[in-house]
């Protein structure tokens, strides 16, 4: 954890994002690590943990995380939960939580709150067009004899 929380606080010193830092360990060996890249990448999706599991998947030469233990400094956004789930190390521990991280201006909480809403009642408005034509794509998955489940 110390080095998730070293990471974090030298991304914020080198001006590279947020004060969020990440490492993946594997058998007692850093596979991945990260920090927030977001404003010196102009990334919205760079943040620590994604940056974390993009390195240590390509350690791994997988997309999943098996067996793989992540330290964050901060309990993860909805996104980053997202990709961690996807991922699916064996287990996640976190430094500072959601609460600490809005008292500073980062607050997720509105995005929880998207989530349960109607697509379109959201905020940025969701419509779904196209879904004939959309469908052929996962008939092509459906069809598909060598496919890689995930």
Known sequence: MGQAIDMAIQGVLSNEGGPFGCIIVKDGQIIGKGNNKVTSTNDPTAHAEVMAIREACKTLNSFQLDDCILYTSCEPCPMCLGAIYWA????????????????????????????????GKRTIPFEQINKDAAMKAFQAWEDKEDKIEY
């Open 88 to 119: 699916r190390p064996k287990k996640v521990y976190y430094g500072c939580n959601k609460t600490d991280a809005a008292k500073i201006g980062f607050d997720d909480n509105f995005i929880y709150k998207e989530l349960d809403l109607e697509p």
